[in-house]
Nanobody, 116 residues
């Protein structure tokens, strides 16, 4: 089964930047659509960004469009989320997700905290 490990979370100032990484193992990475989700305690998990398994087409949640960029490096089995112009509302646990025709797998999450 695919294993996903997120890294790169931490503290950032409002208006600052962070880059998250997700390393996948036990998987043929290029077969998976990769996504980032985020969740605040007590609230529903929210889709942040998705990148396809075939043509690297990307989609973004409305709240992050123009600020976040998702990318993937299939040679490194890694997906990234470059976050810029961070807002207080971006504070959440960010989760990496891998999905193909049969599976839907999640990482443990990495905390992002944005302060004013």
């Amino acid at each position: 089964q695919v294993q996903l490990v997120e890294s790169g979370g931490g503290l950032a100032q409002s208006g600052g930047s962070l880059r998250l990484s997700c390393l996948a193992s036990g998987v043929t990475f290029r077969r998976y659509r990769m996504s980032w989700f985020r969740q605040v305690p007590g609230k529903e998990r929210e889709l942040v960004a998705t990148i396809s398994s075939t043509d690297s087409h990307t989609t973004y949640g409305d709240s992050v469009k123009g600020r976040f960029t998702i990318s993937r490096d299939n040679a490194k089995n890694t997906v990234y989320l470059q976050m810029t112009s961070l807002k207080l509302e971006d504070t959440a646990v960010y989760y990496c997700n891998a999905r193909d025709i049969w599976e839907d797998s999640w990482g443990q999450g990495t905390q992002v905290t944005v302060s004013s």
